[in-house]
């Protein structure tokens, strides 16, 4: 192997510059999936919540995990599965789909105009 005696103090820098870089992307790694986790905790759905859709009333959810009760303004009541079975964002069956996301929610029934709901 054949050794360069001035490579030293460059060899020095680059490894302390790699060094550097690398403990900064690792701190960016963390503050992006620390964002992420705080996301998560502000979207999670509470057990039962009420939506106001404007003129058209408004619905209560009662968030069953793997699925909700909807209970819309007329007293109509609806038990819908999550769409798909992990989802928890989503739920529906049939004609009737939910969306739940922050505080909103989009309230869909086959023949007429979707609702879009707050909490």
Request: hydrophobic share 35%; with cysteine.
């Amino acid at each position: 192997m054949i050794t360069n005696p001035r490579a030293g103090p460059g060899a020095h820098r680059v490894v302390l510059l790699c060094g550097f870089a690398f403990l900064l992307a690792a701190c960016v790694a963390d503050g992006q999936q620390s964002g992420g986790a705080e996301e998560v905790v502000a979207t999670k759905q509470p057990r039962h919540a009420t939506y106001n859709c404007g003129e058209d009333g408004a619905i209560s959810v009662e968030n069953r995990s793997s699925s909700v009760r909807l209970v819309e303004a007329e007293g109509d009541s609806y038990e819908l599965p999550a769409s798909p079975p992990t989802q928890t964002s989503r739920y529906g069956e049939g004609g009737l789909a939910l969306v739940v996301e922050g505080r909103e929610a989009l309230w869909m029934k086959a023949g007429s105009e979707p609702l879009t709901c707050v909490r």
